[in-house]
């Protein structure tokens, strides 16, 4: 007499490799908007925080443009005859907000918020001097806040629209 069927072991296997190839597959999949919104505030974080531990360390300046309003959101180094120059770290080159995010304002106090235009950021060996607040937002309306503290030096990062320090 003879059976049909698959034994326990060979549907073990077969699911095995379903989730093997699952796990290569799903991370490869598009990301949402608010995935992009949260990575892009992260990734504005690390980069602040960077740019200070190389000012402090590497005796350099470094400048962050913002442009509210849009996507653009640019690191420069400070350069010899006083000019601006392509950070010679491949860190400080790569876009640190996602496309499609944009930076809804800038809020530092003694400039108040900035819309357009745009915002230059001075990172030194002291740190950044003022306290500031930048809001990123996505094309469906969700806020993230970075917000970045000049006398301790940190820089850290909420979900939705913050008006002031936590």
Do not use: C
Not at 63 to 86: F, N
Not at 111 to 131: A, C, I, N, S, Y
Not at 139 to 161: L, N, R
């Amino acid at each position: 007499m003879s059976r049909r069927g698959f034994t326990l072991i060979e549907m073990v296997v077969v699911l095995a490799i379903i989730g093997m190839v699952m796990m290569l597959v799903i991370p490869r999949f598009p990301s949402t908007e608010h995935e992009n919104l949260k990575s892009s505030a992260r990734t504005l974080a690390a980069t602040l925080r960077y740019m200070q531990d190389r000012a402090s360390t590497g005796s350099t300046t470094y400048y962050l443009h913002l442009e509210p309003g849009t996507d653009t959101v640019k690191v420069m180094e400070a350069a010899p005859d006083s000019g601006e120059k392509e950070p010679a770290d491949p860190l400080l080159q790569q876009r640190p907000v996602k496309e499609g995010i944009v930076v809804a304002d800038v809020v530092i106090p003694r400039l108040g918020k900035v819309t357009e235009g745009e915002v230059r950021l001075d990172v030194g060996m002291g740190g950044l001097r003022d306290f500031v607040a930048i809001h990123l937002r996505s094309s469906d309306g969700k806020f993230w806040t970075v917000m970045a503290f000049p006398s301790s030096g940190k820089v850290k990062v909420y979900e939705g629209y913050q008006e002031e320090a936590l």
